[in-house]
């Protein structure tokens, strides 16, 4: 099984303890940051297959980063991780269709849905994002 | 001017002294006729001394006077008794003029011959009494205004004892007039009241212009209404104090009105952070809800099976935290009592509220309190409402983002805290009306306009202050001042 790389970023450590540790070796490799900026630094210097954006960073709005990741890097796949939108939100609806993020999933959410957004072979409509879904 | 022929013709002398009385003089015979007369009852009555003296009263005096007075009789009764009838008062109004009001008395002289004379004196007191009759008017008017008054109007002597007493106090207080005259008025104020109303009037009685207060007048059985008192001192002619007024108003309805605006205004608050607070709120389910889903596998390891439970622990605390904060605000307060309060605390409680809102707003809040604690005397529930609404303000000023300031200094005896933020500004032409009710910004158009006026009169309450400054494009500063302990 190939290892995926995820960057997380997230400035709630609770969330961060939460994703690290469904994401774990061998089937993933992830860094976890707290701010936008620290993020930015550091996709100057490394790429990742996926990236989790929490919407509301303490530095700038999720969607601000995704779309400012998107010119870094145009081939990640971002998915936002938000307990601020629902995924009918007219901002997330947008960002979803312009394509600066690939998925969205609402806090609180279920792995399966947060391990579903992160795989591009599922299709969007197979219930990712819905909170709760699996249940 | 005397008749030759009766024989008690006056000294020179004499006659010049009555001619000089500006009222009526007349001396009668036994047989009522006229036998000295002054000058001014002859200019009064326009008659010549000639068709004066020797006629009988009956000729000189108008009939109507006469008959209103009982004249002849009472001269008769005079000469019979030899006694002086004094203070007789009599109206009469001649057609065409107004009323004249006479005071006229009789007093019985002997003379050396042994006939008996009358002095009879007629003094013109027309315009006495009318002003008498003036003052009752004014008298009557200004009671029935103290009377007919909503408010409690009272009045004391210098001591502070009760001298009178309106039916609005009666009815307010249950107390008759009766009941409270001559009682100490500081006396009559709820326990906790009566020292600071004793200091009051003594500061009235110093000199001090007027006084205000807000206390609790006992109305039995327990009861008591609030009450806004204004103290003056009532001064004499010559400016010397002759004791106080007190006028006050009940404020049990205002006091409801205000209650049900501020439980509005304070719900609206809760309106505007429901974003922050639902995220505030997920989160911590979210955390919960993934440590359930680990538990759920049964190869977890202990590590993490431990690690989750502390997890779902704290995130239960946490958003039940969070919610507790909001119920304490949002609940409806008892807001009469003034307590000792650190303003610290306050301002310490009031930024938790809305850190979830500057979080989901990237704005950076700081807290500069440049002493750990400072009493004063507040009702922490309203100042934390006042300094919420300022918060809230400036994050609506700011929809980018930018960055919050409160600042708490200690000049002298007051406090003052500046709630500083960097966003969108108040043009000039807005700054006078802000603390109007009503007024709100285009920027702001779901807000009830309420807020800063609700400001204004809590600390206004607290005997404190509340300005602004602010440039368009910069930010503002909303400074409170408020008097600590």
């Known amino acids: 099984m190939r290892e995926v790389s995820v960057l997380l970023v997230d400035d709630e450590p609770d969330i961060c303890w939460a994703i690290k540790a469904l994401l774990r070796p061998p089937g993933y490799r992830l860094l976890s940051l707290n701010s936008g900026s620290e993020a930015l630094s550091r996709l100057q210097q490394e790429s990742f297959e996926r990236i989790i954006l929490d919407a509301k960073l303490q530095d700038m709005n999720g969607l601000d980063l995704a779309e400012r990741i998107r010119l870094l890097n145009p081939n990640a796949w971002i998915v936002l991780v938000s307990a601020f939108y629902y995924r009918d939100d007219q901002a997330v609806i947008a960002a979803l269709r312009e394509g600066s993020i690939q998925r969205f999933v609402a806090k609180p959410f279920s792995h399966q849905a947060l391990l579903d957004a992160l795989d591009p072979e599922r299709s969007a409509a197979e219930g990712a994002g819905e909170p709760l879904a699996g249940r | 001017m005397s008749n030759p022929n009766d024989q008690d013709s006056l000294p020179l002398g004499y006659q010049q002294l009555l001619d000089g009385i500006p009222s009526t003089v007349l001396m009668v015979s036994e047989s009522l006729r006229i036998c000295a007369v002054n000058q001014h009852f002859l200019e009064k009555s326009r008659r010549s001394e ?6 009988r009263i009956m000729e000189v005096f108008p009939r109507v006077i006469l008959e209103r007075t009982d004249l002849q009789a009472n001269i008769e009764q005079v000469f019979r008794s030899g006694q002086p009838m004094r203070g007789e008062q009599m109206s ?8 004249r009001v006479y005071f006229y ?13 009358v002095m009879l ?36 002597d210098n001591e502070g004892r009760i001298r009178t007493w309106n039916t609005a106090a009666e009815t307010l207080s249950g107390l008759s007039a009766a009941d409270v005259f001559g009682r100490w008025f500081a006396q009559l104020c709820a326990d906790e009241d009566c020292e600071e109303a004793s200091r009051v009037l003594a500061q009235i009685k110093a000199g001090s212009q007027s006084q205000t207060a807000e206390w609790r007048l006992p109305t039995g059985a327990g009861q008591s209404l609030l009450v806004s008192w204004v103290f003056s001192a009532m001064r004499d002619d010559y400016g010397e104090m002759i004791g106080m007024v007190a006028v006050g108003r009940d404020l049990t309805e205002r006091r409801e009105l205000e209650m049900h605006l501020r439980q509005s205004q304070k719900l609206a608050a809760l309106g505007v952070m429901a974003g922050g607070i639902a995220h505030e709120i997920r989160n911590p389910l979210s955390t919960c809800y993934s440590a359930v889903q680990f538990l759920d596998d049964p190869d977890l390891d202990e590590d993490l099976r431990r690690e989750c439970i502390d997890k779902i622990k704290a995130s239960v605390e946490k958003a039940s935290g969070i919610i507790e904060n909001l119920l304490r605000f949002a609940r409806p307060s008892a807001d009469d009592e003034m307590q000792e309060t650190d303003l ?26 440049e002493v750990p604690h400072l009493q004063l005397r507040a009702i922490p529930n309203l100042l934390q409402q006042v300094f919420l609404n300022l918060l809230l303000n400036a994050i609506n000023a700011m929809p980018d983002g930018g960055e919050l300031r409160v600042d708490l200094r200690q000049v002298q005896n007051l406090a003052l805290v500046d709630v500083t933020d960097t966003g969108v500004g108040i043009p000039s032409s807005e700054l006078q009306k802000i603390f109007d009710p009503f ?32 440039r368009v494009g910069e930010g503002s500063t909303f400074r409170v001042q408020l008097p600590i302990l």
Do not use: M, W
Not at chain 2, 50 to 55: L, P, S
């Open chain 2, 121 to 156: 004196f007629v003094e013109d007191v027309s315009e006495r009494a009318r002003l008498s009759e003036e003052v009752r008017r004014v008298e009557r008017r200004l009671a029935s205004v103290v009377e007919s008054a909503s408010d409690i109007v009272l009045s004391t």
């Open chain 2, 105 to 117: 008395s009789i007093v019985p002289l002997s003379c050396d011959n042994g006939s008996k004379r």
């Open chain 2, 50 to 55: 000639r068709d004066t003296i020797g006629r």
């Open chain 2, 92 to 99: 009469y109004r001649a057609p065409g003029i107004s009323r």
């Open chain 2, 439 to 470: 007024h709100t910004s285009r920027q702001t158009p779901n807000g009830t306009g309420l807020g800063l006026s609700i400001c204004y009169s809590i600390i206004q309450r607290h005997l404190g202050s509340i300005s602004v400054t602010s």
């Open chain 2, 344 to 369: 610290c605390a306050v301002l310490q409680d009031t930024a938790e509220l809305v850190t979830n809102q500057v979080k989901v707003q990237q704005i950076s809040l700081t807290l500069s309190l």
